[in-house]
């Protein structure tokens, strides 16, 4: 063999050896982290399951840690008797969380496609005014709002006709006229997320469009919100999860509403610690139980809490990548 194809097979030898080398430190370190990163992720529920699965009587035991001497389903029996019931409350939430994302939907689309689509003059600074309402503290309007909905009024027509304003606080259609109104839980967020999707539709869509002879609204109903199901789906889940879990919306102005997470709060508060304790004592016969108890069933109602949102995770997961990247919140 000549000295030059030696030296050639040496160098693609070496090559070849140097490519195996980086391709394994990438592998190592990229899977190191994927791994690391799931533990982390994946340690509470793991650090969770012993606690509400285990009997009450043995939990702050040093010796039971990961295995439960006896396994016991009491801690989610107490908290469905404490918080759900016959499950009627978590139904209101779900059925509320549903029809403030569809106003949502309808109010920040429309919304979005008059600022990323419709010329006219101003529309630049009402965009930064969106942007700006999403950066700034909700609590920060809290006072404004609050006083708004206690007083309300519509240019004086109200008080002119019946003497007086109306007081809007603690009412069932409160929550719906803030979201029709586009104050609700991160709907700027929402308007910018559609206002970036219609911005980059294609120009002639429209334009074949106005051909056509469609207007301003039969080309947005029949040509833009079909294309828009990309955007449509992703605030769905967000305004879906972001109102079903929502505690300031709901606590100022209708906190006597049946919302599952106000009434986590309000049940496993500190105050009612020694209700609770008394209560698994009587029901089940626990005179052992302590704090750990408490927090057992605590944690036993967030999980059930937790299902709606688990399901539909996993019903969707595929979609949500896809959907996230074609709505304009990247790229």
């Known amino acids: 063999m000549a000295t030059s194809e030696v030296k050639t097979v040496k160098r693609i030898d070496g090559y070849v050896l140097k490519d195996k080398l980086h391709k394994f430190v990438f592998g190592y370190l990229f899977y190191s982290l994927v791994i690391g990163l799931g533990f982390a992720i ?32 009491v801690s989610f029996q ?9 499950f009627v409350p ?18 920040c689309a429309i919304a979005g496609y008059s600022l990323g689509r419709v010329e006219f003059w101003g529309r630049n600074l009402l965009t930064f005014l969106v942007i700006l309402s999403f950066v700034v503290p909700p609590q920060s309007l809290l006072i404004s709002q609050y006083l708004s909905f206690k007083h309300f009024d519509i240019f004086g027509i109200i008080s002119a006709m019946h003497g007086s304003t109306i007081d809007l606080i603690n009412q069932p259609y409160t929550l719906y006229l803030i ?33 056509d002879g469609c207007g301003f609204y039969k080309t947005y109903f029949r040509v833009a919100l079909p294309n828009a199901v990309p955007a449509i789906m992703t605030v769905a889940i967000l305004a879906f999860v972001w109102n079903y879990g929502d505690t300031y919306y709901t606590g100022y102005f209708h906190p006597d509403g049946p919302y599952l997470s106000n009434k986590l709060m309000t049940t496993f508060s500190e105050a009612n610690v020694q209700n609770i304790l008394y209560a ?3 029901w089940y ?30 019903l969707v997961q595929k979609r949500i990548v896809e959907n ?3 709505s304009g919140i990247v790229g």
């Open 78 to 86: 107490a908290a469905i008797r404490l918080v759900f019931g016959n």
């Open 42 to 73: 994946i340690y509470p529920l793991i650090k969770l399951l012993p606690v509400v699965f285990n009997n009450l009587e043995d939990l702050g035991n040093p010796d039971v840690i990961w295995v439960p001497i006896k396994y016991s389903t």
């Open 179 to 211: 979201a029709f109104f586009g104050f609700g839980v991160k709907q700027s967020m929402f308007i910018f997320v559609f206002r970036q999707f219609f911005k980059g539709l294609p120009k002639e869509l429209e334009e074949a469009a106005f051909i």
């Open 280 to 282: 698994i004592k009587t």
């Open 285 to 314: 016969a626990v005179p052992g139980a302590t704090t750990f108890s408490f927090d057992a069933v605590k944690q036993a109602a967030a999980i059930i809490y937790l299902l709606p949102l688990l399901l539909i995770y996993f």
């Open 324 to 326: 996230f990247e074609q």
């Open 90 to 107: 978590m139904l209101q939430s779900l059925g509320y969380s549903v029809i403030i994302a569809i106003i949502q939907i309808f109010v």
